[in-house]
Nanobody, 123 residues
């Protein structure tokens, strides 16, 4: 059973960089596709980007200039960095895995999800 666990600060100040890590157990990040998805309060799920089994990255166009996804295969982790955050970036952030590249946030398309972590952007 693959398990994903998000970790990182729950509070980030405006203009700073949000950094989250997803630790994967029961499976290897050198297989499949690994995404970051978020859900702002009162809104739907938003796919942010993904890193593939080979380390290639894909981003939502509207977030591409502020987003970086990287990985550490030795730790079986992948990381999200979102720069220049504003209060609009307040959301529950999830990591998820899939067998193919999915660029939308449709729950059923993903095989495994982390439990999610609340990030609030506030001074």
């Amino acid at each position: 059973q693959v398990q994903l666990q998000e970790s990182g600060p729950g509070l980030v100040k405006p203009s700073q960089t949000l950094s989250l890590t997803c630790t994967v157990s029961g499976g290897s990040i050198t297989t499949n596709y690994w995404s970051w998805i978020r859900q702002p309060p009162g809104k739907g799920l938003e796919w942010m980007g993904a890193i593939t089994y080979s380390g290639s990255t894909y981003y939502k166009p509207s977030l591409k200039s502020r987003t970086s996804i990287s990985r550490d295969t030795s730790k079986n982790q992948f990381t999200l960095q979102l720069r220049s955050v504003t209060p609009e970036d307040t959301a529950v952030y999830y990591c998820a895995s899939s067998k193919r590249l999915i660029t939308i946030a449709t729950i059923d398309e993903y095989d495994y999800w982390g439990q999610g972590t609340q990030v609030t952007v506030s001074s």
